[in-house]
């Protein structure tokens, strides 16, 4: 199983990017994919899941109202369009697959907001 993203990049506080995640080499049918993010010193969080079906649930207040995790329809690939970008957005950006027990993360994609 392979999972990469890409899409990071460095944008003023303001601005908007949208990452991109994609899984291959599994064949289960559910799945479910999410964003995590890692600042320096932080604990990695959370900032958005989604199903194989399209079911997302809510996200965490940091990013409510300007995160949205979307899915290709026939792919095992997500997105994240990030708007009003904030300096505390600055980050890796990890997508994980998560299949019956097991997990599995991509390498990191940074993002970095500052003017």
């Known amino acids: 199983v392979q999972v ?11 601005g ?8 291959t080499g599994f064949t289960f049918a559910n799945y479910v994919m999410s ?8 604990e ?8 194989n079906t399209g079911i ?9 109202g300007r995160f949205t995790i979307s899915r290709h329809r026939t792919m095992s690939k997500i997105y994240l369009q990030m708007n009003s ?5 600055t980050a890796v950006y ?11 993360w991509g390498q990191g994609t940074q993002v970095t907001v500052s003017s």
């Not at 990469?4 to 303001?14: H, K, M, N």
């Not at 990695?44 to 199903?51: D, L, N, P, Q, S």
């Open 4 to 14: 990469v993203e890409s899409g990071g990049a460095s944008v003023q506080p303001g």
């Open 16 to 23: 908007s990017l949208r990452l991109s995640c994609a899984a």
């Open 35 to 42: 964003w995590y993010r890692q600042a320096p010193g932080k």
């Open 44 to 51: 990695r969080e959370k900032v958005a899941t989604i199903t």
């Open 56 to 64: 997302v649930p809510d996200y965490p207040d940091s990013v409510k």
């Open 85 to 89: 970008l904030k300096p505390e957005d």
């Open 94 to 104: 990890y997508c994980q697959l998560r299949v019956i027990d097991r997990e599995f």
